[in-house]
């Protein structure tokens, strides 16, 4: 059986019973608000909102309609931020509630120092999201975007992974922007160590984090970056529309580099004549930079509400026993993909622990050429949809010394998943893609 119906144990509602930590992966599966008899293995796009999320959505925006409330003061979140922030081992003045990770990004892509000649390096991996506004930074003002190609397969390292960066790097070098996990592939890539490359040349790090929250139970400023934006309605199970801004406000061990210039685009808490204090140069802040990012107006209060709520829930479920699960599914899911497919076939890593995500991406069908068929990878997908109601996702990239982009298949485990759903799909994708083949 793969779908499990809701039971009277479980009180999918309200959330602040005792239980949730303890409490089995079969009954925290039932405040899940899935959809019946499907399986859903594509967080990587988008989670599910567990009910007591939905409900609040519902709750905070029926409180705020009608009245004649003074609306601004909490759009600016500074109560969820600070729940949020605490979760993720930061402080309030470093995190903002966006819109997802999109926005986020290219609110600190544009609030970047950059000038002519400047270069980035990041890599063709990056989502749409990143290139795309580092493309116009370079149309707009004349940087340089230089976008490396990542080794993929089962037996890529973390070694090689560092070591393409580091030869990229040149005197012109400003920033490093990287994904912690890659959508493509689902390389988690080595963050530490690429900030630790970063410090050494001085240089920026911009992180795409769309998929950490929810996922790794992860301590932002020990990651050592100076910006991360994150989704908040993938792995951490928020409402779509919502994401997580950080930006790194203070200097301690894990980044002891200065504060980067940063111009807080799309905020009216900029002042109207100076400018804000000078950064801190200690672990002190010497001003609120979220609060100069999030205050941007009139803004949804229940959606900053119902993401501090899936927060609250994975704090209480215990963030490092689900990314233990997810792991878990994840690496049960790589050993049968790899049986039924070849562990050819798989683009993601799984040799060097370091890099493994729940994203695994392979290729399904027997012949080599269909890796760039995209018509076949899309049809693959769509009758795994319509005939068999698995949720996968296809995606699109760039391979090293290869003419063509290849398109793969991709799945992806969260704590709502289980062994059998996993044993159903690898089964039914095993046999589509002998059909198919
Ligand atoms: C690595 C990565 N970056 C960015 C995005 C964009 O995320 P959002 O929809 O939150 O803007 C995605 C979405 O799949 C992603 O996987």
């Not at 409180?63 to 979760?87: C, F, N, S």
């Not at 609060?291 to 609250?312: F, P, T, V, W």
Request: hydrophobic share 40%; with cysteine; net charge negative.
């Amino acid at each position: 059986m793969y779908h499990h119906a809701v039971t009277d144990t479980v009180d999918t509602g309200e959330l602040t019973r005792p239980g949730l930590r303890e409490a089995s992966w079969d009954s925290i599966r039932d405040i899940f608000a899935i959809a019946p008899n499907s399986i859903h293995l594509n967080t990587g796009t988008i989670g599910v909102m567990p009910y007591a999320v939905l409900d609040t959505v519902d709750r905070v925006t029926r409180e705020w309609t009608g009245g004649l409330m003074d609306v601004y003061p909490p759009g600016m979140y500074p109560e969820h931020r600070a729940t949020i922030a605490r979760a993720y081992g930061v402080d309030q003045d470093e995190m903002s509630i966006c819109h997802n990770a999109t926005e986020g990004v290219a609110r600190i892509i544009h609030g970047l120092d950059l000038h002519e000649g400047d270069e980035v390096i990041t890599t063709t991996h990056e989502c749409y999201s990143v290139l795309s506004n580092f493309n116009l930074l370079r149309n707009r003002h004349g940087i340089t975007v230089k976008a490396l190609t990542l080794p993929i397969g089962n037996d890529v390292t973390a070694e090689e992974v560092v070591a393409l960066f580091e030869a990229a790097i040149t005197s012109r070098t400003k920033v490093l922007a990287f994904a912690a996990i890659t959508l493509f592939t689902g390389t988690k890539l080595p963050v530490r160590q690429l900030c630790d490359l970063a410090q050494r040349h001085g240089l920026i790090t911009v992180v795409d984090g769309a998929l950490v929250p929810g996922m790794l139970n992860a301590d932002f400023r020990a990651m050592g970056m100076d910006f991360m934006a994150c989704s908040g309605s993938k792995f951490q199970c928020g409402p779509l529309g919502t994401g997580l801004l950080y930006a790194r406000n203070k200097v301690t061990e894990h980044n002891p580099l200065p504060l980067p210039t940063f111009w807080p685009i799309i905020s009216t808490w900029y002042p109207m004549h100076g400018s804000p204090p000078p950064r801190s140069r200690t672990d002190v802040e010497s001003d609120n930079l979220a609060d100069y990012l999030q205050s941007a107006g009139s803004a949804s209060i229940a959606r900053g509400a119902a993401l501090a709520k899936a927060c609250e829930i994975w704090d209480e479920i215990g963030r490092a026993r689900i990314e233990d699960r997810i792991m878990a599914l994840a690496e049960y899911a790589r050993g049968k993909l790899a049986d039924r497919f070849g562990r050819d076939a798989l683009y993601s890593p799984g040799t060097d622990p370091e890099l493994r995500s729940p994203l695994i991406a392979f290729h399904p069908f027997r012949r080599s050429e269909d890796a760039w068929n995209v018509k076949k990878i899309h049809m693959y997908m769509k009758r795994l949809e319509l005939e068999h109601r698995i949720w996968i996702r296809w995606t699109e990239f760039d391979v090293q010394d290869s003419p063509h982009q290849h398109y793969a298949a991709r799945i992806t485990t969260h704590i709502f998943n289980d062994h059998d759903e996993i044993d159903h799909a690898v089964d039914v994708m095993g046999r589509l893609g002998d059909e198919m083949s």
